[in-house]
T-cell receptor, first 112, second 108 residues
């Protein structure tokens, strides 16, 4: 089983809203990731969690706030986003940070 | 930093073979991965090379030369469903960096 699930599939939010994206895996993976992907561009790394601790933050604006409540769950809290933040947000997980990453289906976010 | 280059688009006929090249410049190289991504969907893992040589997985093969900073993905017996973007990703210093992707168009 190489399934990573993400909810919601689609999200529309205003610039003053607060929302959260959720990601879950039950493969026993100890590394989890958030990526942002714009149309016709490759995924861009945002955050890496290793053993439930934030190990990499790619200079992401503070309006994006990650959280790893346990080894199976990864959240991305969103607040005061801008229209340019509209994108596909992908979660991924891997056994460790140097092994194959498996991606969830993504959340398509539209900020109005 | 890293610099990863792959062609923007390739077109091939159903049943043919296509080779997608990827060149990279990086310090601390620890592996090269290939992913397939259909429009509007998540990337799916295809192949992984950490040592020089060829890895074969069914219709897909991937090759790596670390001394040349070069990899290729070979797709054989192309099918219409292989029309997708193919992403080369280099792992170094604890994270992946993806190339811009090669859009493969398979024609009847």
């Amino acid at each position: 089983d190489t399934e990573v699930t993400q909810t919601p599939k689609h999200l529309v939010m205003g610039m003053t809203n607060k929302k959260s994206l959720k990601c879950e895996q039950h493969m026993g993976h100890r590394a989890m990731y958030w990526y942002k992907q714009k149309a016709k561009k490759p995924p861009e790394l945002m955050f890496v969690y290793s053993y439930e601790k934030l190990s990499i933050n790619e200079s992401v604006p503070s309006r994006f706030s990650p959280e790893c409540p346990n080894s199976s769950l990864l959240n991305l809290h969103l607040h005061a986003l801008q229209p340019e933040d509209s994108a596909l947000y992908l979660c991924a997980s891997s056994q460790s940070t140097q092994e194959t990453q498996y991606f969830g289906p993504g959340t398509r976010l539209l900020v109005l | 930093g890293q610099n990863i280059d792959q062609p923007t688009e390739m077109t091939a006929t159903e049943g043919a073979i296509v080779q997608i090249n990827c060149t990279y410049q990086t310090s601390g190289f620890n592996g090269l991965f290939w992913y397939q991504q259909h429009a509007g969907e998540a990337p799916t893992f295809l192949s992984y090379n950490v040592l020089d040589g060829l890895e074969e997985k069914g219709r897909f093969s991937s090759f790596l030369s670390r001394s040349k900073g070069y990899s290729y993905l070979l797709l054989k017996e192309l099918q219409m469903k292989d029309s997708a973007s193919y992403l080369c990703a280099v792992y170094s210093w604890g994270k992946f960096q993806f190339g811009a992707g090669t859009q493969v168009v398979v024609t009847p």
